[in-house]
């Protein structure tokens, strides 16, 4: 069965409730500079380092360094660099938002302006949205990665509904689709 082909149904008895993010994971030409962006500039405790003299997808030689950085529940954002000739270069990233971006959320207004403010004297381009229902920073880092800082607004909870979010959706696709919902 492809997943294509499953059903909201299908979900009712999954394997195993899927708990948090372990971690996403992205490479980079600098480790260092992402060190500093995401340790030092936002905070985030680089608490793994593994490296590797293989790779575990072809199997050949290989050499590169896996680097993880935590966030308050335990998730990580990590990073694989290569040593020069063991793989092609990243593929190159796009800084549009509506393309891929990382969201990162904080517990008040006042730290996503404090994270702006910070970024602003270290002349790191940024950029502020007041979205209806939550509050954010865009920022890139510095491999181009779209990393967004917000905070959810009161009203956020009320637009939790996965029945309603299935209702919406399913128009939404009628519409784009050009047919009735």
Known sequence: MSVASFKRS???????????VSHTAVRTKDMEA????????????????????????TKAKSNYIHCFF?????????FFQFEGG??????PRSSDPYERHLALRVDEKESVDQFAKRATSLGIDNFIVDHD???????LDPDGE???????KPSFDSI?????AHRILTN????????EA
């Open 146 to 152: 779209q990393v967004e800082v917000t905070w959810h």
């Open 70 to 78: 935590q966030l308050a529940d335990g998730s990580c954002i990590a």
């Open 34 to 57: 992402v060190r500093r962006f995401y340790e030092d500039f936002l905070g985030l405790p680089m608490v793994t380092s593994l490296v590797a003299d293989f790779d575990v997808v």
């Open 160 to 164: 939790i509904n996965s029945d309603e």
């Open 172 to 179: 939404w696709l009628s519409k784009a689709r050009g047919q």
């Open 86 to 91: 063991f793989r092609h270069d990243p593929l």
């Open 133 to 139: 229902d939550f509050y954010s920073l865009y920022l």
């Open 10 to 20: 299908d979900a009712a008895s999954p394997v195993a409730r899927l708990q948090q």
